[in-house]
């Protein structure tokens, strides 16, 4: 008899494809959050996926805060008008005109906690009620225990004591007026699951995950990439080096690696000898032992 | 061990497991070994974990369980209050640990770890033997039907690798399941601290002749634990393009529950009962001539009758039971207790439905299995025997015969919480 079985890969697509039909199912109107990154493009790719051969049945929503990599937002326009996938885009730029957040001052001055803010606007503008999002339970220690469909109360909090079990695949998201809900279809991928999966579906990604040369300066063990976003110390100098981004992020607080991988082979095969998280050069994880947590609970990604 | 490499990660396959252990036994020391020997622990993560090793108790040696204790009240209370998940990789398989906290109060944890899961690891004391809470884990592991469990004799540094003590421990658990439903029982005699048998072979028990835990974990059959013999293709989305290239394009989009689906069968609809053929098995990257669960694909008919989610495509000359008298195993995971004669609403499948509670047959003390026939007071973490009507049929295999098709969860209309997990009898 045949062996009926799936490669970890399949049964991963298998997974997130499953959750992504839910989504559009119980939902009236959900919404997938797009950062440019690589989980989300891999996301968008298996929405793509899901639906075939119809359209992406809903919208993609970019937390834009006016400190990205130029590459990304070049690679989110062509992304769109290739698919023909619907863009909102919500500005933490104009969160802070509108006087809803204050900017954060000094050497270390991130947007990143400030999206929370826009984040909850934008979803609250456009009445949406399911938004989807790529995290994974591998990134982070209070991701871990995030549930793929995940309740947030009016205020979009998430109250991590008292989550609903989860049991096989049968996701509750039922609610009441005002709640939503975040949902993580790739919840189960590592970082390795994910470049393999970029490289066995041929998925097109920004540059910058590849080697390129670029001016950089050392702050608190992360590489900056020098830009008009962010303060320099005196003694922080500028020099040009042969790196790439693990992850993407605000130009403020993703720390390049020194690198020589510039093809999707030499990048798995850095990933898998890697002894450092891909989060390990975010300097937004390090405020605090519970910074993710305390991100979370107030609606934060 | 190495983690895997480019070249031989694209045939792996997929293994989720659960560790079930109570307080002290060593649950977060062996998983922690099995993440820093297969090299699943970063540097960062490692510095992370030292301060606050050294911060919170002042310990002197590194608390591995900081790494799996995820929330800060876990962290300062020192205990696991949820399900968290764990994922690592070896060359032959990628793993998805379900790490649940054992304690009775977190029943319901681990019935929802268990619920995915492929293989139960359940840690047993060697200086204790066979307690309360070990029969507590094999019973759920049985009652959820985890087609493997192997039972991890930890602390044999403790009992002087005494192999007597292990083949003392066995032979008790080994008459303890057979009161239980499992087809795959392993036995093997550790030690999380020191590493005996998780990774490597002890040098200390010569005796045991077996493999390492690591071993069995890379190598246990699972491909059988799907069922591939009842065709059940719940219909979960209505895929209609109605664009000028796939006008008439009508799919419906699901993931198999069990059984291989061809092109060209001749499938019955749910709960029409016409009967048809599948014309295509379609996907993003191409038709399929057959498919198995649990793929997910988009399945057209040859004629297109009604059907849309909540309906099921099965064989026809295999199918499922069909009612609205339900018989199941519940495990009560609501604040306030299960309301006799209550309604609620109840999910199965990509169903959805109404019910109400007829009659609670017994209660199962989980502790000694035995049934409290009297006992009518369904509490959080208890688990019943209970029988619900439900306002629509089901079309439902035994639990026991599928996984999918045999669950269902049951959901308090007035707070939208999920508080029971129900599988069919």
């Not at chain 1, 793509?48 to 989110?76: C, Q, S, Y």
């Not at chain 1, 969160?95 to 990143?112: F, P, Q, T, W």
């Not at chain 1, 579906?201 to 050392?218: A, G, L, M, N, Q």
């Not at chain 2, 028990?205 to 835990?213: F, K, R």
């Amino acid at each position: 008899m045949q062996s009926y079985s799936l490669t970890h890969l399949k049964e991963l697509e298998s997974e997130s494809i499953f959750v992504l039909r839910e989504v559009a199912s119980q939902f009236e109107n959900p919404v997938m959050l797009f950062s440019g990154g690589k989980d989300s493009i891999v996301m968008f790719h298996l929405a793509r996926k899901a639906f075939w051969p119809a359209k992406v049945p809903f919208p993609l929503l970019h937390v834009d805060t006016g400190h990205n990599f130029p590459e990304t937002i070049e690679f989110r326009d062509k992304l769109v008008a290739e698919t023909g996938v619907q863009l909102i885009v919500g500005s933490v730029q104009d969160s802070i005109d509108k006087g809803l957040v204050v900017e954060e001052k000094g050497y270390n001055a991130s947007r990143n906690a400030l999206q929370t803010a826009t984040l909850l606007e934008s979803l609250e503008q456009g009445k949406f009620d399911a938004a989807m999002g790529g995290g994974r339970r591998d990134e982070e220690k209070a991701r871990a225990k995030e549930r793929f469909f995940s309740h947030r109360d009016e205020f979009g909090q998430w109250d991590p004591k008292n989550q609903r079990p989860e049991l096989w695949n049968i996701f509750n998201g039922r609610k009441l007026m005002g709640e939503h809900f975040r949902v993580f279809p790739i919840s189960n991928w590592t970082e390795m699951d994910i470049w393999q999966y970029i490289l066995h579906e041929k998925i097109e990604i920004p540059s910058i995950y590849f080697s390129h040369t670029r001016k950089v300066f050392e702050r608190d063990g992360s590489l900056l990439a020098e830009c008009d976003y962010i303060q320099r110390r005196d003694n922080e100098i500028v020099e040009e080096q042969v790196v790439r981004f693990r992850t993407i992020g605000d130009m403020t607080c993703t720390g390049a690696v020194l690198s020589n991988a510039d093809t999707l082979e030499k990048i798995i095969e850095e990933v898998s000898a890697s002894r450092v998280t891909e989060r390990g050069a975010r300097s937004d994880d390090k405020r605090s032992e519970a910074a993710m947590e305390d991100r979370k609970k107030q609606g934060y990604f | 061990m190495s983690p895997p490499r480019a070249h031989n990660y694209m045939d792996m396959d997929l293994l989720r497991f659960t560790t079930a252990g109570s307080v002290d036994d060593g649950k977060s020391t062996l998983i922690g070994r099995m993440l820093y020997d297969s090299k699943s622990i970063f540097q960062d993560q490692m510095e992370a974990i030292e301060k606050a090793s050294a911060r919170i108790g002042g310990e002197e040696e590194v608390n591995l369980a900081l790494l799996t204790d995820g929330l800060r009240a876990e962290r300062e209370q020192g205990i696991t209050i949820d399900v968290a998940y764990r994922y690592f990789a070896t060359p032959k398989r990628k793993f998805i640990i379900a790490d649940t906290p054992g304690h009775i109060q977190y029943t319901r944890n681990m019935v929802t770890g268990a619920s995915t899961a492929n293989l139960a690891i359940i840690l047993v004391d060697a200086r204790h033997g066979l307690v309360e809470q070990t029969c507590r884990h094999s019973f759920i592991a049985s009652l959820l039907k985890i087609p493997h469990i192997v039972f991890c004799i930890n602390k044999m540094d403790l009992v002087d690798y005494s192999e007597e003590r292990f083949e003392e421990i066995r032979e008790e658990l080994e008459a303890f399941c057979s009161k239980l439903e499992v087809n795959d029982i392993r036995f093997i005699p550790i030690s999380a601290l020191k590493g005996d048998n998780v990774v490597n072979k002890s040098t200390k028990m010569d005796w045991y002749q077996g493999s390492t835990l690591m071993y069995t974990l890379e190598n246990i059959h699972i491909s059988g634990d799907h069922n591939h013999v009842d065709c059940r293709f719940p219909v979960q989305y209505v895929v209609r393009p109605q664009t000028n290239e796939f006008h008439d394009f009508r799919g419906y989009a699901g993931r198999i529950a069990g059984g291989v689906f061809k092109k060209g069968d001749e499938v019955t609809l749910l709960p029409t009962g016409f009967t048809t053929k599948i014309a295509s098995i379609n996907t993003f990257n191409g038709e399929l001539d057959e498919a198995f669960a649990p793929m997910s694909v988009t399945i057209c008919l040859e004629e297109d009758y009604d059907l849309s989610r909540g309906d099921m495509i099965v064989r026809t000359n295999n199918q499922p039971e069909i009612s609205q008298d339900i018989e199941m195993m519940l495990c009560w995971m609501g604040e306030s207790p299960l309301r006799p004669n209550g309604k609620y609403a109840i999910k199965h499948t990509s169903k959805d439905a109404r019910c109400i509670v007829k009659d609670i047959r017994y209660k199962v003390d989980i502790n000694t299995l035995h049934r409290l026939e009297d006992d009518k007071n369904i509490q959080m973490n208890d688990i019943a025997r209970v029988a619900v009507r439900t306002t629509t049929p089901l079309f439902f295999d035994r639990y026991s015969r599928n996984r999918i098709t045999g669950s269902v969860i049951l959901i308090d209309e007035a707070t939208n919480r999920t508080v029971g997990a129900g599988m069919i009898i």
